[in-house]
């Protein structure tokens, strides 16, 4: 399994399940792909997310998947039917796209758990195994980069600031690099954006 972050703008996500796990993974894909849901019923979350919404009874057959998914980027499969499931798998494999598969047999894409902030995404995944621990990596990660966005806001200044040959006497090290890792920085970030910037032109400028 190979991580990717993947740009969904104008590309097709299509959703087989229109339960609780259907609507997380709708919600998941909804700000950037264009998503339609086949499913016999609907949860009522569906009627706050933006997504083409299909009533189908489908049939398992990859002959009757396939013309639905065939121009898509994406197929998940969360119907709770592990048997149908595993035959949209087949129908994605076999019009070569890629498919996440909520139970049955595993598919080739798993989601994570993720934080992402303005800047940034992080994602986790235990590929299947313990999604609760990704849960968990996720809040630790929560906790501990709280400033995460603010942080890559003054890498951004430092780059910008300090020209890439001027190295930090001590670590040898260029500045960019000591300074995101020296915990006084962090401190004087939580003060603020200029306060860091202080901190920084005091301790490293030349
Ligand atoms: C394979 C995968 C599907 C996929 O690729 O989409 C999948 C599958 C299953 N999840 C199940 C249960 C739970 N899922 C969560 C939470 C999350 N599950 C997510 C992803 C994934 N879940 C993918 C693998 C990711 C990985 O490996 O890390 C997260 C990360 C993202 C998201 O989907 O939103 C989100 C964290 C969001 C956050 O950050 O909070 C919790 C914990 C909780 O909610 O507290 C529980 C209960 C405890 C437990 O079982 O761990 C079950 C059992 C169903 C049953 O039988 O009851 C299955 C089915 C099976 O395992 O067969
Ligand atoms: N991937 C994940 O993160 C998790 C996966 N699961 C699994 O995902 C599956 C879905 O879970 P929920 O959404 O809670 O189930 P659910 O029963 O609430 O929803 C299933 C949806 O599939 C539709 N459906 C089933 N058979 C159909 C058919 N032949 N044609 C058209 N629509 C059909 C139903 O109408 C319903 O809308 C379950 O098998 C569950 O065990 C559960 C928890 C987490």
Known sequence: MIPLMVDFTGRKVIIFGGGAVGARKARYFVEEADVTVYSRS??????SIPVRQEVLDLSPD???ICPLIQDSALVIAATSDPDLNN???EASE???VFCNVA???PGDVFL???VTGKKFTLAI?????VPAVSRLIREEMEKTFPDMDELIELGEWIRES???DHADPISGQSILYTALRDPETRKALSKGQMNAREYIRERYGS
């Open 103 to 105: 139970s049955g047999n």
């Open 112 to 114: 994570p758990a993720k």
């Open 162 to 164: 300090f020209s890439t």
């Open 94 to 96: 076999s019009v070569h």
């Open 62 to 64: 990859a002959y009757s």
């Open 125 to 129: 995944s235990t590929i299947g195994s």
């Open 42 to 47: 609907f949860h009522p979350d569906f009627s």
């Open 87 to 89: 035959i949209i798998r």
